[in-house]
């Protein structure tokens, strides 16, 4: 089982980039139990998909904390939107059990806080760790 991304850079010595990649996202998979975080529909190989809790695009991570497993059209419907903008009681599958799940999912490694995209500002330690903080 590949518990942190420390594992995912130890397999990478044991396996090709690819397999390692593979076993990693698999692991998301079936830490999820092949279901969507956010709607919880069963899923298998050919429909499960990762999903970035904080898009890449608005400077999101690979990282587990980061990444649950969706369905396509979760996925889809999700974009490039904060998780707390989207996934709100309006959403038709929205259930607050699932929400603090993802959050505890998110807060294992500590690499990621939910917090209101308009009430954050990024910052930077000392040790080049980023991260978003109340404003």
């Known amino acids: 089982m590949i518990h942190c991304e420390q594992d995912l850079l130890a397999n990478l010595i044991e396996l090709s980039p690819k397999n390692a990649r593979h076993k990693f996202r698999q692991c998301i998979f079936e830490a999820w139990d092949w279901k969507c975080a956010y709607c919880d529909k069963e899923l298998n190989k050919d429909t499960a998909t990762i999903d970035?809790?904080?898009?890449?695009?608005?400077?999101g991570?690979?990282?587990?904390?980061?990444?649950?497993?969706?369905?396509?059209?979760?996925n889809r419907l999700k974009?490039?939107?904060?998780?707390?903008?989207?996934?709100?009681?309006?959403?038709?599958?929205y259930q607050e059990e699932r929400l603090g799940k993802i959050k505890y999912w998110m807060e294992q490694s500590s690499s990621i806080k939910i917090l209101s995209s308009d009430n954050a500002t990024p910052y930077i330690t000392n040790d080049f760790d980023i991260g978003w903080v109340a404003s």
């Open 79 to 93: 974009g490039s939107n904060h998780l707390e903008d989207w996934y709100t009681p309006t959403y038709k599958f």
């Open 52 to 59: 970035h809790i904080l898009p890449k695009f608005k400077g």
């Open 61 to 74: 991570h690979n990282v587990k904390s980061n990444m649950i497993c969706s369905c396509s059209k979760c």
